[in-house]
């Protein structure tokens, strides 16, 4: 029998509670780099292009597949988890004839395409291959047993093996790949007569031992690339491993990074020449730096594109922003939706932007909130400025023209327009249009009481 490697079906185990995260969640919604762990499998499996991704689930419902039905996978429930035989069964059912399947699991989140198209290969030769992991502790793990001249001969789970056996380093990782046809009449002849009363997968490499069929094994490249998650330890564990390539590979890029242990990414981030990135800056979603851009520490930065030569001082968190060149932003500066910042701008400490468009060379250096608002090019804006841009029930816009200078402590109130060149005194209620260049102001005058006598204590 000739082994048909195309097409191929993923099967994904993510059907167990995963009781020691100690959660609510399903283990598999928990995230890695801010990505659910599923979500990881899913996408290096899409790698391989398979015909088809089937994920069993069944631990907290619905919830799995409600969060996430944005990916093109095939849902399987598992009411009850009876074992692993029997989820991969479940996903049977709903599969072509032909063809080989690949079984991963949803709790292993960094294994790799690369490993994957090896283990691939090897099952084209006898279709069957399993990865394996030689460990210092296998406890825990399903046992590697092997013939007297060395092929493999079964696979013993911790709970049903001898003292002998639980000696064996060499386990199981669950990953295997196999031809559709045989795995489905083996999975169909699965017993459950074995310590924990469920329908293990592992033994149908018996089953293909006893048919002449050889199993071939696969070494996974690190230990970690097959370390599953069962509590929070390795969760956090592989989160710092993730983090870990990550910053190597921005630094193989050409990137700085102050202390690469000390940097997250959730999500990417494309960089340019030169970039230097302080520590403890989070990036997450979609993330673009220019050439020379600078990010000082404890940044959070989201779904942005931060132009050439541009500095994000400290502590100063941008979401969902433009940042053109030559700009300086911060310390402790919040950049919210919607805002653009064309050119040289200069944002300063405890400046709030929201859906702010701000034109070339313009400054809001302390204390403000601007939000909904248009400003020109060359604009001052003092401190302690507000735009009134809510009602209570609507928002409206600021409009401010080119060269405007807006005193300190004015508050603007939406909508409102202020004219090019118009200069604003400081500590004005502006409710209708400041006209082009002129002074505008709106404050009690200032008087001195001559004679005045400070009160005395009686
Ligand atoms: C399994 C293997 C073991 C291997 C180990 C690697 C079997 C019988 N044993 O053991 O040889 O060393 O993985 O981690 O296969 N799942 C379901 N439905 C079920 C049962 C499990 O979807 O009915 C899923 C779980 O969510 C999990 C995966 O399958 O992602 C493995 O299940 P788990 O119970 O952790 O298997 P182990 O006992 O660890
Ligand atoms: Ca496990």
């Known amino acids: 029998m000739t082994p048909v490697q195309a097409p191929l079906s993923v099967v994904i185990l993510a059907a167990g509670k995963g009781t020691r995260m100690r959660s609510v969640l399903p283990k598999v919604l928990h995230p890695l780099a801010g990505i659910p762990l599923l979500q990881h499998v ?39 988890q009876l074992g692993t035989g029997h989820a991969v069964g479940q996903a049977l059912a709903e599969m072509e004839m032909e063809g080989t399947v690949l079984v991963l699991y949803g709790d292993v989140p960094l294994i790799k395409t690369k490993t994957l198209t090896t283990l691939l290969e090897q099952s084209r030769t006898s279709g069957f291959s399993l990865l394996t992991v030689t460990l210092q502790n296998p406890a ?11 092929r493999v001969a079964r696979i013993v789970e911790q709970k049903d093996a001898t003292a002998e056996e639980l000696e064996v380093n060499e386990v199981n990782t669950g990953i295997l790949a196999v031809t559709t046809q045989q795995l489905r009449a083996w999975v169909d002849a699965l017993e459950s007569d074995n310590a924990q009363g469920e329908f293990y997968l592992t033994d149908i490499v018996e089953m293909a031992v006893r048919e002449g069929v050889e199993v071939v094994t696969v070494s996974a490249s690190t230990r970690e690339e097959v ?23 921005l630094m193989r890029r050409g990137v700085t990074l102050m202390d690469p242990s000390r940097f997250d990414l959730r999500g990417s981030l ?37 132009e050439s030569n541009t500095e ?7 979401d969902s922003a433009e940042i053109g060149p030559d700009c300086r932003v ?26 702010a468009q701000v034109a070339t060379g313009s400054k809001v250096n302390h204390l403000s909130y601007v939000g909904d608002s248009t400003i020109g090019a060359r604009v001052n804006i003092g401190a302690g400025v507000i735009t009134c841009n809510y009602d209570g029930a609507n928002k409206h816009r600021t409009t401010i023209g080119d060269d405007a200078f807006i005193g300190s402590d004015t508050q603007l109130v939406a ?7 118009a200069t604003i005194g400081a500590g004005s209620t502006i409710v209708k249009t400041a006209p082009a260049d002129q002074l505008t102001l709106s404050r009690a005058r200032q008087l001195s009481l001559k004679g005045w006598k400070r009160p005395k204590k009686i």
């Open 42 to 80: 899913v996408e290096t499996a899409s790698q391989l292009q398979p015909n088809a991704i089937q994920v069993v689930y069944g631990y907290g419902g619905e919830q799995v597949p409600r969060q996430l039905s944005e990916l093109e996978l095939s849902w399987v429930l598992q009411t009850e």
């Open 140 to 150: 825990g793990y399903g046992r590697i047993i092997r013939d007297g001249k060395g």
């Open 227 to 249: 370390q599953g998650v069962n509590d929070r330890l390795q969760l956090a564990q592989l989160e710092r491993l993730y983090q870990q390539q990550q910053a190597d590979e």
């Open 270 to 306: 494309v960089t340019g020449e030169d970039v230097t990135i302080d520590i403890n800056v989070i990036f997450e979603g979609e993330v673009t730096l220019g050439d020379g851009v600078k990010i000082g520490s404890n940044c959070h930065i989201r779904n942005a594109v931060i």
């Open 312 to 318: 994000i001082l400290s502590n100063t968190v941008v």
């Open 330 to 355: 911060g310390p402790f500066a919040r950049i919210r939706p919607g805002t653009q910042l064309l050119r040289s701008n200069h944002i300063g400490n405890f400046v709030e932007l929201k859906n």
């Open 415 to 421: 909508p409102v327009e202020v004219e090019a060149g």
